[in-house]
């Protein structure tokens, strides 16, 4: 059965780590963009560590039930960048990279509490800061999943970016061509179940790294 209030209370410590992970993934293309050459971001508005400016709905909701999730797309010009191709790579992998630093900053604060993170609490005489210690233990397996998610190398997520900016010219033209699917082609992968058992052992892996566990 359904427990509503255990839902609002999960979700209370929840959801600053979400608001946090898609905002600073997002500030990260636009700032790595930004200063590669291209001020669409900035001049736009999206260069702001205001989560609003980044949300997609259904991407926050998707995140807030499932594993996956993602914000409104930062806008880039690709022609502005002045290495077009290893630029877009570094732009791209701002994102995860930005992620993955995050969740290793909370993975560290997490061991303020008890000298160890993977407990289930903090020590007792801090236990009146345990949404603090819980909503940085989520941050932290949100930052992860986002950043495997995202480095998935299908357009438009950000792995398919970096293969894109990887490939010789002729085989990146090719795969770009792709991107008009990517999407569907997603929510195929994702509600087929090939997307969990693709990230889950990669997010189970790096969480369990950063969390000692």
């Keep these: ?9 999960s979700l209370s410590v929840r959801l600053p780590a979400i608001l946090a992970a898609l905002t600073f993934h997002e500030y990260a293309h636009g700032w790595v963009a930004d200063k590669r050459g291209d001020p669409t971001a900035r001049l736009s508005g999206r260069l702001t560590f205001n989560p609003i400016a980044h949300l997609d709905p259904v991407g926050t909701l998707a995140l807030i039930f499932t594993p996956v999730g993602w914000a409104k797309p930062i806008p880039v010009n690709f022609d502005n960048l002045r290495h077009p191709r290893r630029d877009m790579v570094l732009v791209a992998a701002a994102g995860p990279g930005a992620n993955l630093i ?73 795969y ?35 969390l000692g566990a």
Excluded: K
């Design 1 to 9: 059965m359904f427990d509503v209030t255990q839902f609002i209370l």
């Design 176 to 210: 770009g061509r792709l991107e008009r699917y990517g999407f569907v082609i997603l929510m195929v992968l994702i509600f087929s179940g090939a997307v969990d058992q693709l990230i889950w052992p990669p997010i189970a892996l790096v969480a369990g790294l950063l």
């Design 102 to 174: 995050l969740a290793s900053v909370c993975a560290w604060s997490l061991r303020l509490f008890d000298g160890t993170a993977g407990v289930d609490e903090p020590a007792w005489w801090l236990s009146w800061l345990t949404p603090v210690y819980h909503m940085l233990h989520w941050s932290v397996l949100i930052n992860v999943a986002l950043a495997v998610f995202n480095l998935i190398p299908l357009l438009p997520l950000d792995g398919g970016r970096v293969m894109t900016g990887l490939l010789p010219p002729r085989q990146a033209a090719s």
